[in-house]
């Protein structure tokens, strides 16, 4: 084993995997949340008190499963360990298709057009079912035992990629602007009226 192979399993013995890295995910999205979602008034003015949310938040899921206390199938940081990398491999999917429609000088309409629904509605059933079957919840469910094979998994994965790169090169161009997809992307991310 190199080095870098000795770091990263040093790294998992003192409790990077199991403490620091799931604190720090639980304080990263709350915060974020709250700091978006303006739920306890102005970010600016409120920063702190959202900054305390998320830290307790963060050391809750963190403490009960370094003590033993959480359910052994229940133990939300080991759910969180199995079904992360998989949903990391969905966002590079993404990051890939949208990288090769950029490249076949595709513009990515659908992320802000008629297709924006159904997409956000396939990624978040996507994302349940993931994290569903990290929890084992679907246990019961045999008629999703399919879905669990990864042949199956790389296979959708595969036939979604082609199908959307095959319906950016063969439908007809709209007319454009100039903005590509770089543009759009911003867009979706940009406040309304900013």
């Known amino acids: 084993m190199g080095y870098f192979d000795n770091a990263i399993i040093w790294l998992d013995q003192?409790?990077?995997a199991d403490v620091i890295v799931p604190f720090f995910?639980?304080?990263?999205i709350v915060f974020g949340v709250l700091q978006k979602t303006k739920i306890l008034g102005d970010p600016r003015e409120k920063k702190n008190l959202n900054v305390i949310i998320a830290l307790l938040l963060?050391?809750?899921v963190v403490f009960p499963h370094v003590t033993?206390?959480?359910?052994?199938q229940y133990d939300v940081v080991e759910i969180m360990n199995m079904a992360l990398p998989q949903v990391s491999l969905v966002i590079v999917a993404v990051i890939m298709v949208l990288l090769l429609i950029g490249l076949f000088g595709g513009e990515a309409n659908w992320v802000t057009g008629p297709f924006a629904g159904l997409i956000a509605l396939l990624a978040f059933v996507l994302v349940v079912y993931i994290f569903g079957a990290a929890a084992n919840i679907w246990g019961y469910a045999w008629w999703l035992d399919w879905l669990r094979d990864p042949d199956t998994q790389a296979l959708i994965i595969v036939l979604l990629v082609f199908g959307l790169i095959t319906y950016f090169i063969v439908r007809e161009p709209e007319k454009s602007h100039g903005e590509g997809m770089l543009k759009n992307i911003s867009d979706f991310f940009r406040r309304p009226g900013h």
């Open 58 to 60: 963060g050391l809750a």
């Open 14 to 16: 003192i409790g990077v």
């Open 68 to 72: 033993g206390k959480y359910p052994s």
């Open 25 to 28: 995910l639980v304080f990263a």
